[in-house]
């Protein structure tokens, strides 16, 4: 499982650092590490994905997707804040 917590955080990274991030990507794949880190009880290294994070929702904001799409930006958010 320490293989996939690698594969999904890289694949976040590159997923929040595109310049047409989809924020249903970037939700599901919070889904799947905030799981992976819960199965490995490792919520400390959630952390690793704080920049990610970061980096996407600034990306979203600047396209202005928190605005058209709020409820679903809401949602995002929420996942967030389990991280």
């Keep these: 499982q ?3 917590k690698e594969m999904l ?3 976040l990274q590159v997923e929040c650092s595109k310049d047409i991030i989809k924020l249903s990507s970037m ?7 905030l ?12 952390a ?3 920049d990610a ?3 996407g929702l600034n990306n979203l904001q600047r396209r202005r997707i ?3 799409e709020a409820t679903s930006y809401a949602a995002l958010l929420q996942k967030i804040a389990d991280v």
């Design 9 to 11: 955080h890289g694949a």
């Design 48 to 50: 690793q994905c704080q």
């Design 27 to 33: 939700a599901r794949l919070l889904d799947s590490i």
């Design 53 to 55: 994070i970061n980096a």
């Design 2 to 4: 320490e293989e996939a």
């Design 35 to 46: 799981e992976v880190h819960r199965a490995t009880s490792d919520r400390e290294g959630l």
């Design 66 to 68: 928190d605005i058209s």
